[in-house]
């Protein structure tokens, strides 16, 4: 947390900086169902509707949106394990985009994930995965896979590495509170930039009539 809470009453020095004092330290692998996981090895295949849909690190946005553009999808019998269910959690482990996440919030459809990204699974009885979503927009967060991802050709962050991740955590409720302000505020924003794009559009069709 900011330098601002140092010694202010109520807050506690931890190894993420200064919190409330109700609030937890604890790290990512102690909050989540099982270990990390690291997804399939297998070539892609075209995209293919009675297949599942294949994701891949290219196909996530910094902001942890999933692309529409080039789908492409996975064998069906190579799926198995790597298919994903409503609330799972990735991390991109290797590249450029190291650190970069997706919630995986789509409650139809077949989705599986590809091998430069590693599953955490929320435990939900301790560890919401809005606030995860919303932790791992943070420039703590950014701080800490700069300061933790192995440097060379291919930067990377392995799931042992990730499991370490430790986060400052409130109690549920406001774990559930503070993921539903920075995401209306999300929002409020996306809407924003979606009337300034339609705005532009406009404006260049109108240029062209003329």
Known sequence: MSRRNENRPGYKKTEVGWIPGEWECRRLRDLCIGLGQYGACVPAIPYLRDAPRYIRITDITDDGELLEENKV?????????????F????????????????????????YAFAGYL????????????????????????????????HAGAQPNINASEYGSLLLPLPPLREQKEIAEI???????????????????????????QL
């Open 87 to 110: 609330g799972d959690f990735l991390f991109a482990r290797t590249g450029a985009t190291v650190g970069k996440t997706y919630l995986h919030d789509k409650d139809s459809g077949w």
């Open 182 to 208: 920075l995401f209306t505020w999300d929002e409020a924003i996306e809407q924003t930039r979606k009337l300034i794009d339609a705005k532009k559009h406009c404006k260049k069709a109108l240029m062209q």
């Open 73 to 85: 999808s996975i064998p069906p019998e190579s799926a198995g394990k790597y298919l994903l269910t």
């Open 118 to 149: 590693i599953r955490f699974i929320p435990d939900e009885k301790l560890l919401l995965r809005l606030f995860l979503k919303a932790y791992t927009h943070t420039d703590k967060y950014y701080y800490w896979v700069k300061t933790t991802l």
